[in-house]
């Protein structure tokens, strides 16, 4: 089999979740035994740029890689008609003719036997390609893009920016939808995201997990630190932010006045000033995000909007952190089993409190998050998943 694959940011270096998740699908792919070439083309970003140097030491001998320039700056002018339009901006600024054309020309050159979209935002290539292409169209949902920012409105005060919020939702909702269904069969990384896709198409919808090692990493059990990280330029962590800093830290402060917030990512030059306090730590972009969590003890997982699997999570639970989660952060992981899950800002306070006042408490928190990881996210059961998918595509 040959593979191209189409991205709209680049795996490596990893610096987010959506990275993390990439990286993982790529390597994972390289694995299966019947797939003799991947050619992986990704776009080339201000915020991501492709930096081939990255993907030579990487040593993959099967997989090729491409970066194509794109200028997905937002433009006043364009998000406004786009608005006035009811298409939707989010889309739009990933689709360019040069690209097509040199997607076509690839097509044409070169026989393949499946294209995987990683994301919506490369997905929006589908019925482009469909033009000369006459193998399986594979598109691997990372989340529900729509719901994201249906979120973000729904918790937004401003009256104006929650009406803007609502009109970009409506018209990223139209184009989701049609995106699944000019697809062949959807790859969704999250369980709730597989049943919810399920119901919207008639197309095949199935769950593949994104695989997790296991490290070992030795834990900082603290009684007076907790982390989160994440990249600031996605809105639902500055929100998340937010919203453990207005209402959950003040009341674990009444009880460990020494407690330190450390806060690490990309973009973080973007958290506002008022949030940093004396007991709140701003790291910006840190090279290792695993040493990081493991050297500031629990990891909070706070998110109020989102969708899809949160990468961080299973990071944080893969060196066996304490995690301590809301409902958004544990979305599609079936983890009310295993420990608790938060629904509002006290019950989360106590929970931290709890861990924080027993060690032991800590790492049976941390162990049962390291068994999850092992038993859901392991590399084998991802690729046998994967390769069972892809051979009953070719059966289709």
Known sequence: MRVLVLSHKPPYPIVDGGCLAMSRFLLDLHEI??????????FSTHKHPFKQEDYDALNLEKASFTGMELD????VLPALYSLIAHESYH????????????????????????IVFESLYAAIYAPIVRKVFQGKI????HNIEHKIWEGLAKNQGNPLKKWYLQQLTKSLKKEE?????????ILSISKEDTAFIQQKTQKKVNYLPSSMPSYKLQMNWSSNRMCFIGAFDWEPNLEAVQWFIKNVLPTIKQQFPNLEFHIAGRASERIPEEWRQDQVKIHGFVEDPLAFIAENGLFVACLQSGSGIKMKVLEA??????????????EGLELSKHMPIHKDAESFALDIIEL????????????????????EFSTQMVKDILEKDLQAMTSI
């Open 72 to 75: 997905t700056k937002i433009k």
């Open 317 to 330: 639970m893969s060196i066996g952190a304490p995690c301590v989660l809301t409902t958004k952060a544990a």
């Open 356 to 375: 924080l006042q027993d060690q032991s408490k800590q790492q049976l928190r941390g162990a049962l998050g390291k068994q999850f990881i092992s038993s």
């Open 177 to 185: 939808y049609a995106i699944w269904n000019q697809v062949d069969a």
């Open 91 to 114: 889309t739009k600024r990933f689709l360019n003719k040069r690209i097509s054309n040199t997607l076509l020309e690839m097509l044409s050159n070169t026989r393949y036997d499946f």
């Open 33 to 42: 035994d019947q797939i003799e070439k991947i050619d992986y083309v990704t």
């Open 138 to 141: 594979l598109y691997r949902s």
